[in-house]
């Protein structure tokens, strides 16, 4: 550990966590969208009337990327510049880093599966944007907690 | 069944999933069938998208419409998935026609008549007719050159046509269980292993039928499937009844105890054909919502297969003034 | 009077009449026989012709049934595959009998399989060119009835032919026999009743004359009419 000072340890996690917290969701997420997205092309290719279901249905599973990009902003936020945190607050912030970072991973995927599910129901019955969105908001209740969590755990910082 | 995290396909499935809802639907099916004319249950297929855009078919020209359908379904497939040779397995059936249809041509001195190729096929059929007359199997994939070369010696020493057919039909579902292994997919594997099984059934059902001796059915069976031959020979000694009791711990027990009702009613296999049939839409069912892997789109091809020989119990018995219930008889359940 | 033949009406010439009558009688005689046994023939021809082809419509109709489920289950290309290239070949011979000296003809026919070398073939030789495993069951059942019709349609064939043959001759000879009751018959007993009467009308002119010439002599003798 030449390379590091002491102090800066508590920082270096703290930086750590934030970039887990928003970079495994981030991952997950585009590759539920991507899926989804190609999915979505896949119905709009037979029947374009479908777009605003089939967009809105792709768009669901990138809410773990902008959760975990809220907490990774949080993170950095309690770095200040020129003054090193303590060990055990950036330890603190790297875990709240996890919550985040694993639910929203996992999340995305599965919510990225329902979207492509809600996608192909709205592709067979015209009507079923809305329980698709429904079905995939099930999923997204995880993906909030995680964010309420890692959020709460910041706060003890 | 294990589920595929496959997500190379999602946009072919989606793709389908709509194309899907287009599938002939029992009441479409029903009107075709009440349909005074031939003309007129060809308009229901007309209207259910059969057939390319601005072109004229007359009821003479259904067969021709069909095999353009299926083509579609290829060529959607061709078009959307990454890795095309995934599908080989579906249409070596196909090929293996083809070889059938040019070695009988060449041994019986007949011209091939492009109306007995099928397609899509892995070879072309005209390109397969010039590689057979030169004898060049090496632009064949290798099972089928193998069993093409043994066919001709077969042949050659027994002068019997029906021995091309049976070596081909061997190497045929040989090569599909080869290509489906292949693919890891527990679906495909479970679905080849059913046509195998049921395909091997109805071929012993059917020596017993016309009476043939045991050596025969050897001459038959397909190896590979669920059961091994040993199986299938002690079936063969055994009586109708006694056939579908010793298959109790299988899954085909439902289906050999009606059809072997059937058969014992009307003397005809028709009825157990229906209910393979029906029992392969079920298996391609149990894939209907999946979202990943290759499952839905083999599923999709397969239906569609089936709901083509649907329409042309249809379509046949509509031209030769089949009755109604006759028909209805003897349609297939169908996958939407 | 014109049923008489045009023949010059003398006493040979009715002899040769006479002589053909009788020969026209007697044919008709016969020929009568023969049209009624003729007659008996055809309708046991018949009646086995209707029998026969009873069965074999019946046959057709099932080996067409069978073959339309076939059909409707296999596409075109599989079934023309399946059947193109037959197995055994049926060689038809044709001879001739003779039935009432009608010529009709004896279908014999034998199947020939593709020469072998290999003579116990575990397949065993059949009627099916084609392998189980992409065709329909129904399409054996359609072989299997056309096979057992094959012997029937040669013996209907047969028996159509060999009725239409007799029927032909029944009808000629039917008109024989009407030209020899009808016609030939009656002209020939109407032309010697004619010759008859014609030499009787002679005979009697001849005797009128023989007296007429007896009196004119018997007046130059003894002139008579100058006494008076």
Redesign the interface.
């Known amino acids: 550990m030449e390379f590091f000072s002491e102090q800066l340890v508590g920082t270096v996690l703290a930086v750590i966590g934030a970039a887990f917290a928003f970079i495994i969701p981030g991952i997950g997420s585009s590759k539920a969208v991507g899926a989804a997205g190609q999915s979505a092309a896949g119905v709009l290719s037979e029947d374009p009337t479908k777009f605003v279901s089939v967009m809105v249905l792709e768009a669901l599973p990138s809410t773990q990327a902008i959760y975990g990009f809220v907490i990774a902003f949080l993170i950095v936020g309690k770095i200040v510049v020129g003054e090193a945190l303590d060990f055990g607050s950036g330890l603190i912030l790297f875990l709240a880093g996890l919550p985040m970072g694993i639910v929203g991973y996992v999340s995305a995927l599965w919510q990225g599966r329902v979207s492509i599910s809600g996608i192909n129901m709205v592709a067979k019955q015209g009507g079923g944007m809305i329980q698709g969105v429904i079905l995939a908001l099930m999923v997204e209740m995880f993906a909030i907690l995680a964010l309420i969590v890692s959020f709460q755990i910041i706060g003890k910082a | 069944m294990k589920e595929s995290t496959d997500?190379r396909y999602?946009?072919?499935?989606?793709?389908?999933?709509?194309?899907?809802?287009k599938m002939l639907s029992p009441a479409m099916l029903e009107r075709m069938i009440e349909a005074g004319t031939p003309e007129e249950a060809l308009k229901v297929l007309h209207d259910a998208g059969y057939g390319y855009a601005g072109e004229g078919y007359s009821v003479g020209d259904y067969?021709r419409l069909?095999?353009e359908e299926q083509e579609k379904v290829y060529r959607l497939l061709m078009e959307?998935v990454p890795d095309t040779r995934e599908f080989d397995f579906l249409i070596i059936?196909n090929d293996y026609?083809n070889l059938?249809?040019c070695l009988?041509?060449e041994?019986?001195d007949?011209a091939v008549?492009d109306?007995?190729?099928?397609s899509p096929s892995l070879v072309p059929g005209k390109q397969l007719m010039d590689l057979l007359r030169e004898r060049n199997f090496s632009g064949l994939p290798a099972p089928m050159a193998e069993s093409a070369a043994e066919s001709i010696e077969a042949f050659t020493?027994?002068?019997?046509?029906?021995?091309?057919?049976?070596i081909?039909?061997?190497a045929?579902?040989g090569h599909m269980l080869m290509l489906s292994d292949g693919l890891g997919s527990e679906f495909v594997s479970k679905l080849v292993n059913a046509l195998v099984d049921l395909?091997n059934l109805?071929?012993l059902?059917?020596?017993k039928?016309?009476k043939?001796?045991r050596?025969?059915l050897?001459?038959?069976l397909?190896e590979g499937g669920s059961f091994d031959k040993e199986f299938y020979h002690k079936l063969f000694e055994l009586g109708y009844d006694q056939i579908a009791s010793a298959c109790v711990d299988t899954e085909y027990y439902r289906l050999l105890t009606e059809s072997i009702n059937a058969l014992k009613l009307s003397?005809?296999?028709?009825g157990?054909?229906k209910l393979c049939d029906n029992y392969l839409v079920d298996v391609l069912k149990t894939v209907k919502?999946a979202?990943?892997g290759i499952e839905p789109l083999v599923a999709y091809y397969l239906a569609k297969e089936l709901e083509i020989?649907n329409v042309?119990?249809i379509m046949?018995?509509k031209i030769?003034g089949?009755a109604q219930y006759a028909i209805r008889e003897?349609l297939r359940e169908t996958y939407v | 009077m014109d049923n008489i033949l045009n023949v010059n009406p003398t006493r040979m010439e009715m002899t040769k009449l006479k002589k053909r009558l009788a020969v026209a009688r007697r044919g008709h005689k016969l020929l009568k026989d023969k049209r009624d046994e003729l007659m008996k023939i055809f309708l046991d021809v018949v009646r086995r012709n209707k029998e026969l082809r009873e069965q074999v419509e019946e046959l057709l109709t099932k080996a067409h049934q069978s073959f339309l489920v076939a059909r409707a289950v296999m596409s075109v290309p599989v079934v023309e595959e399946a059947l193109m290239f037959p197995k055994q070949t049926v060689e038809l011979s044709v001879e001739t009998a003779n039935l009432m000296s009608v010529t009709v003809p004896r279908f014999s026919y034998a199947t020939a399989v593709a020469q072998t070398d290999d003579a116990d073939s575990a397949l065993g030789w059949d009627i099916f060119p084609y392998g189980f495993a992409t065709t329909s069951g129904d399409l054996d059942a359609s072989m299997q009835i056309l096979a057992s019709a094959l012997p029937l349609m040669l013996e209907l064939a047969e028996s159509e032919k060999t009725a239409q043959l007799l029927a032909e001759e029944i009808e000629k000879t039917r008109r024989r026999v009407n030209a020899l009751e009808h016609v030939l018959i009656p002209q020939l007993t109407e032309t010697i009743h004619y010759i008859t009467m014609k030499l009787e009308e002679n005979e009697r002119g001849n005797i009128t004359r023989l007296m007429k010439v007896k009196d004119m002599m018997l007046e130059q003798t003894y002139r008579y009419r100058e006494r008076m």
């Open positions: 997500t999602v946009y072919t499935i989606s793709r389908i999933r709509v194309i899907e809802q067969e069909l095999s959307t059936k026609h059938k249809v009988k041509a041994f019986s007949q008549e109306a007995y190729l099928l020493k027994m002068q019997d046509p029906q021995v091309i057919d049976l081909l039909d061997k045929h579902y395909t109805k071929m059902l059917r020596a039928l016309i043939k001796p050596g025969f050897e001459s038959l397909i003397g005809s296999l028709a157990f054909e919502y979202i990943f020989k042309r119990i046949v018995g030769n089949l003897r």
